[in-house]
């Protein structure tokens, strides 16, 4: 992941003053997002020609005066003159935070585009580099939050210090405030009137006072094949809840991040030859988390239900007596069909789909695998990457046959993502070597149908940003 060359925070400009020199449109365009705050707004040229009789600011047509600057918290500059070049000079000896407007490199500070719910903001920056990119992410996060959602930030500060005289742990406290701003009661009654937002909840607080105790769950998150834009929204939103985040190694540092920035992590990581937990040690970890009223979210790679050992843990849950819940993932399997546009399904080719695990087959579920491939089904085999000629040879040995087609995907659902396509005797007969990473080998006429030859392509423009 890129680090940041600039760090965000909100400053405060209550009572303070900002100084904008210039009177044209770029200043104009500084105000309508200045304007927005609590701030005393200045504007300080020689020649005032753009109108902005719209908004509160004192107007001051003259040249620049250091004095201007006394009181002042920030400093926009907003046109090209002596004027100007003054005004940054002063802004530097005094360390006043100094933005020039479409001078990046000259700039203390950047402008982001604002979702404004106050006292809620948003603020989408792009260090300057792309600011139309962060005009389109900020339209996104408008659709996302209903106007009235600042009425219930305001609500929360206003409760701030009954919550804490009623709630007495921090956690506690988190977990009412999580409840109040995605309880449907409490947004319908903020909308009818801040009366009745209140009396709601307060009926809220006293239901977490009476149940103060915490109460553990563990949610069972499918983490998807690796990019963390295929992770579901209800995966997104608990991430942001859990006390706790214990994930496999297969998942991405991208996706564990998601989760809420105080969050504790626990990396179980479980690769090919190496075991950091055993299953028992995981069932135990989980179990004693969610015993000490945490939320817990357990992420695996893929879906929890597919491979991924949940049921051992579910059964672990069970035993205890403690919540669980599972939130599905796009199985590896899926993510190898999209990246290479191969319908697993199609109709008079393949009527069915089967996901089976390639390592430790037996010559029974050899056999089974053969007569499913010969009648039509589609094959996506899981953990075989390094048998992959072997898993072929005895498939044809039990009556597949040699020529049917064959996919393999390595990384599916990643930008690493590589591909080989040929038929059974082919991957038989080759020394392929397969690059690292998890593996899906689809067997199967559908396997032909597929966009092989552009599988690069398909996959990179999954990547693309919309």
Excluded at 190 to 196: E, H, N, R
Excluded at 317 to 339: E, N, Q
Excluded at 441 to 455: C, K, L, S, T, Y
Aim: net charge neutral.
């Amino acid at each position: 992941m890129a680090l940041l060359n600039t760090f965000p925070l909100s400053f405060k400009v209550r009572d303070k003053r900002i100084a904008i020199i210039g009177g044209g449109e770029e200043a104009l365009n500084k105000v309508r997002l200045v304007a927005k705050t609590s701030a005393q707004i200045v504007i300080i040229s020689r020649q005032i020609e753009a109108d902005f009789s719209g908004f509160a600011v004192q107007c001051i047509e003259r040249g620049f005066a250091v004095s201007d600057l006394d009181g002042v918290a920030l400093v926009f500059v907003a046109e090209e003159s002596a004027d100007a070049a003054l005004a940054k000079a002063e802004a530097r000896a005094r360390n006043i935070p100094l933005n020039v407007v479409d001078v990046p490199a000259e700039c203390d500070f950047y402008t982001p585009s604002i979702v404004d719910r106050a006292p809620l903001t948003v603020a989408i920056s792009t260090e300057g580099d792309a600011p139309v990119l962060a005009r389109l992410v900020r339209a996104r996060i408008e659709a996302m939050l209903p106007p009235g959602f600042g009425k219930i930030a305001s609500l929360a500060g206003g409760l701030r210090q009954r919550v804490e005289s009623l709630i007495h742990t921090g956690p506690a406290r988190r977990r009412y405030y999580e409840a109040l701003v995605t309880s449907p009661q409490v947004e319908a009654a903020v909308a009818q009137s801040p009366i009745a937002g209140r009396f709601q909840a307060e009926v809220l607080l006293e239901q977490h006072q009476s149940n103060s105790e915490a109460t553990g769950i563990v949610w069972l998150i499918g983490a998807g094949p690796g990019s963390e834009d295929l992770l579901t929204l209800r995966a997104q939103r608990l991430l942001q809840e859990a006390d706790v985040i214990v994930h496999d190694q297969l998942v991405p540092d991208a996706v564990v991040q998601m989760g809420r920035r105080d969050a504790e992590q626990i990396s179980v990581g479980k690769a090919k030859g190496h075991h950091s937990f055993s299953q028992a040690q995981i069932n135990t970890l989980i179990v004693r988390l969610a015993r000490q009223g945490k939320k817990v979210a357990r992420l695996k790679s893929g879906d929890p239900m597919v491979f991924g050992r949940a049921g051992e843990e579910i059964a672990a849950l069970r035993k205890a007596g403690l919540a669980y819940k599972i939130v599905p993932g796009v199985s590896a399997a899926l993510a190898a069909a999209a990246d290479t546009a191969t319908p697993v399904t199609l109709r008079k080719v393949s009527s069915g789909f089967v996901m089976a695990t390639a390592h430790g087959a037996e010559d029974s579920d050899l056999t089974h695998w053969a007569g499913l491939a010969q009648s039509g089904l589609t094959l996506a085999l899981y953990m075989g990457k390094s048998i992959a000629a072997e898993v072929a040879g005895r498939l044809v040995a039990h009556g597949a046959n040699p020529e049917l087609p064959v996919g393999i995907v390595v990384n599916a659902g990643r930008p690493q993502m590589t591909t080989y396509a040929a038929s059974l005797r082919s991957l038989i007969d080759s020394d392929v070597v397969l690059a690292d990473g998890p593996a899906i080998i689809f067997v199967g006429e559908a396997v032909a149908a597929g966009d092989w030859p552009n599988a690069a392509q398909i996959a990179a423009q999954n990547f693309k940003v919309a």
